[in-house]
């Protein structure tokens, strides 16, 4: 029969052997005094190896980084000084064969007869959760990158309370708070100025767990109203229904947008101003024959009144009258250019031929594109600068891709570049080249006359009023026939006097 220790023992034994942790223990010199084969199997020390050994010399030597690692700091050790159990899960054991695994382990000490006799160290190699760790906390850091690196503003609003949970970079940016103070919010405080249609955007939204406005503006610190172009979905977070809104900022949109507008009505304007010259010789010619006839009339008053034909009234009244009418007709047509020319006189600044033409082609690129247009830009990075007006040289550039992207409508395999150069600085120079249809020999060489058109609704001014434009500006304007198909219009400015290249 065995005796009732003798179970225990066996059964404690049993218990050891069975177990996945690593168990040792060691007596209050730190030396083993007994080990399990899952002990052997992790470190690769077998037990008659460890026995009577320093485990921390054998086994716990070193820092994860190679540094020594004192047993004096050692908490396995500490557990048989303060009598406290040591619970520790960022250090390495060290195998037998000089690798090292990342462990967890207790470390609790043996008290018998209220002296602490040593420590028993229960272990764990922890290399797979630690990896898994790393995966979880590797892909958090690269959601968190994607969310802090992206141009919108991104906000997680938990639906039951409407509280943020959290927002990016740009949304702190765009309104103005610190994450702190905007974490605070809700999305109500943020739209408190426009309610009904944050109520109705977020009815739609949960109706149907996703949804979009451009009606919306968000609060900034200052009390600013953000525009803002929103899109929103309802997301399950960890059991918790939430929101995530996305929202871009349209303040530079609008205004970009505004800029294209005003740009747009001063290259009407541009347009009026410089037909101008044009106008001026028609207009000579049209108030030549009203003036001519009043002339007439006042010399033919004059005539009967000298006469002193007294019977002659009612002849000198019709005359007065009819000169009234020509000097009226005069009158209109001088009226009717009062109001073609508005905004007075050409005005030269110093500008980089670059930044007008890609204004005046931001008008009309999305439109080329739109119609399939393989639409293309080369500028010259060395363009000296030039004195030009630039509304009219935009003009001038409007007026020359307009024709190109026209003419190209029906041309299948479209192109359409826009290129500037310049020639030792001297001068900059824009070409503007399409493969469209071109034109018959005897229209080439008068396209730059007023009246030139081949369109049933053109006027065949604009090259004429182009060419007027780039002369003023000590300019040349030609076009040349493309090898492959098509024309290509260049101009040349003269460079700023004293001007280096703009680079
Ligand atoms: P409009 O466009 O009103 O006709 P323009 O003076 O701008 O007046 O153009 C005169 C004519 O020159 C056009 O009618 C067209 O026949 C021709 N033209 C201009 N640019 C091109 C081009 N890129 N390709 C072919 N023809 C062109």
Redesign the pocket.
């Known amino acids: 029969m065995k005796s009732n220790e003798d179970v225990l023992l066996k059964h404690r034994n049993l218990i050891l052997e069975a177990t996945g942790d690593g168990v040792y223990g060691i007596d209050a010199n730190g030396l083993t005094t007994f080990s399990n084969p899952a002990a052997e199997r992790l470190t690769g020390f077998s037990s008659d190896e460890l026995f009577g050994k320093s485990s921390h010399t054998l086994i716990h030597h070193s820092h994860p980084d190679g540094s020594h690692f004192p047993n004096t700091e050692c908490p396995i050790y500490a557990a048989f000084k303060d009598g406290k159990v040591h619970h520790v899960t960022d250090e390495v054991f060290w195998r037998k064969d000089g690798s090292s695994f990342p462990v967890e382990y207790v470390s609790t000490p043996i008290i018998d007869d209220g002296e602490i006799v040593g420590a028993v160290v229960s272990f764990r190699d922890i290399t797979e959760r630690k990896q898994a760790e790393a995966a979880l906390s590797e892909s958090e850091e690269r959601y968190r990158k994607i969310v802090e690196s992206t141009h919108e503003a991104i906000f997680l609003v938990r639906i039951a309370d409407g509280i943020m949970l959290d927002v990016n970079d740009e949304a702190c940016r765009m309104l103005g708070y610190s994450r702190d103070e905007l974490i605070t919010k809700t999305t109500e405080d943020l739209h408190q100025h426009q309610m009904d249609i944050h109520r109705e955007f977020m009815a739609s939204l949960l109706a149907s767990g996703r949804a979009k406005t451009d009606r919306l503006s968000c609060l900034s610190s200052n009390g600013e109203q953000i525009p803002v172009r929103v899109s929103a979905s309802v997301i399950q977070l960890q059991e918790e229904e939430c929101i995530l809104f996305i929202a871009q900022d349209m303040r530079e949109h609008l205004k970009a947008e505004q800029k294209a507008r005003t740009l747009q009505a001063n290259l009407h304007h541009g347009a009026r101003v410089s037909s101008m010259g044009e106008m001026a010789s028609g207009l000579a010619h049209e108030l030549n024959q009203p003036l001519a006839a009043v002339m007439n009339y006042l010399q033919a008053c004059q005539m009967l009144i000298d006469a002193n034909d007294t019977g002659a009234s009612d002849q000198l009244s019709d005359y007065i009258g009819r000169a009234a009418d020509q000097a009226e007709r005069a009158g209109k047509i001088i009226s009717g250019l009062r109001s073609f020319v508005k905004k007075g006189e050409s005005n030269r600044t110093i500008e980089n031929l670059n930044e007008i033409a890609e204004e005046a082609i931001g008008l009309l690129a999305a439109n080329a594109t739109a119609e399939g247009i393989d639409f293309r830009v080369s500028f010259a990075s060395d363009l000296p600068r030039v004195s030009v007006d630039r509304i009219q040289i935009q003009q001038v550039v409007f007026?020359l891709v307009r024709?190109?992207i026209e003419?190209l409508s029906l041309v299948a395999g479209a192109q359409l570049t826009v290129t500037t150069s310049t020639s030792n600085g001297d001068s900059a120079q824009i070409s503007i080249r399409?493969n469209?249809?071109?034109?018959a020999d005897e229209?080439l060489a008068k396209?730059f006359d007023a009246f030139?058109?081949?369109?049933p609704d053109?006027?065949?001014?604009?090259?004429?009023i182009s060419k007027s434009i780039v002369e003023e500006h000590s300019g040349k304007i030609r076009v040349d026939r493309n090898t492959g198909g098509g024309?290509c219009f260049t101009f040349t400015l003269p460079a700023e006097i004293g001007d280096g290249a703009d680079v």
């Open positions: 007026n024709n190109a003419a399409d469209g249809p071109g034109v229209m396209l030139t058109t081949t369109k053109g006027m065949g001014v604009g090259l004429s024309l």
